[in-house]
T-cell receptor, first 115, second 114 residues
Framework: DAGITQSPRHKVTETGTPVTLRCHQT?????MYWYRQDPGHGLRLIHY???????DKGEVSDGYSVSRSKTEDFLLTLESATSSQTSVYFC??????????????FGPGTRLTVL | GNSVTQMEGPVTLSEEAFLTINCTYT??????LFWYVQYPGEGLQLLLK?????DKGSNKGFEATYRKETTSFHLEKGSVQVSDSAVYFC?????????????FGTGTRLTIIP
């Protein structure tokens, strides 16, 4: 299994509070991604990173920001959480080139509930 | 834009039944195609993939063939087991300068009854 951990695994918070989710990898992969999973929508890309300090928006980026100061860590921040951000969040990694190009490896997920 | 449409679930089958989960895509150009599987309480795992037309991906008894003419990538298994119960996601990606963003279908929940 790819070495990807997410923390926390579960979190309950209140509307209006800031929340930061962490993704940590030990694979030295260049690309990292944050998705959210909601019933009827599959997984939707929030933000992704193609290198240290290099990030870009996905299809559902409003209300989220990210940072990547080290290759191994990718942080997702909800500046002011809303109930619509209640979801399961997955981190993924990939490395272009070679036999595994195009393949993303996923972390175990973080279940976030915003009350 | 790119999109993936897959068979609505849930799907319930008896053990040893034949499985087909349909997946079609809309894309400009020729993407790579994937099936990911999510077991209860876990993240997604790559099940199989195909990177060009007529390629067949296979793993754990599952197969899917990249059909350019019908823009499809249907998942099949000849004899399912209880352990195959999971949610299955079809997805596509384009690698452009190493950018490998995945577009997912909505997922199909499969339950196998002993």
């Amino acid at each position: 299994d790819a070495g990807i951990t997410q923390s926390p695994r579960h979190k309950v918070t209140e509307t209006g509070t800031p929340v930061t989710l962490r993704c940590h990898q030990t694979e030295n992969h260049r690309y990292m991604y944050w998705y959210r999973q909601d019933p009827g929508h599959g997984l939707r890309l929030i933000h992704y990173s193609y290198g240290v300090k290099d990030t870009d928006k996905g299809e559902v980026s409003d209300g989220y920001s990210v940072s990547r100061s080290k290759t191994e860590d990718f942080l997702l921040t909800l500046e002011s959480a809303t109930s619509s951000q209640t979801s399961v969040y997955f981190c993924a990694i990939s490395e272009p080139g070679g036999a595994s190009t195009d393949t993303q490896y996923f972390g175990p997920g973080t279940r976030l509930t915003v009350l | 834009g790119n999109s993936v449409t897959q068979m609505e679930g849930p799907v319930t089958l008896s053990e040893e039944a034949f499985l087909t989960i349909n997946c079609t895509y809309t894309a400009t150009g020729y993407p790579s195609l994937f099936w990911y599987v999510q077991y209860p309480g876990e993240g997604l795992q790559l099940l199989l993939k195909a990177t060009k037309a007529d390629d067949k991906g296979s793993n754990k008894g599952f197969e899917a063939t990249y059909r350019k003419e019908t823009t499809s990538f249907h998942l099949e298994k000849g004899s399912v087991q209880v352990s195959d119960s999971a949610v299955y996601f079809c997805a596509l990606s384009f690698s452009i300068f190493g950018n490998e963003k995945l577009t997912f279908g909505t997922g199909t929940r499969l339950t196998i009854i002993p």
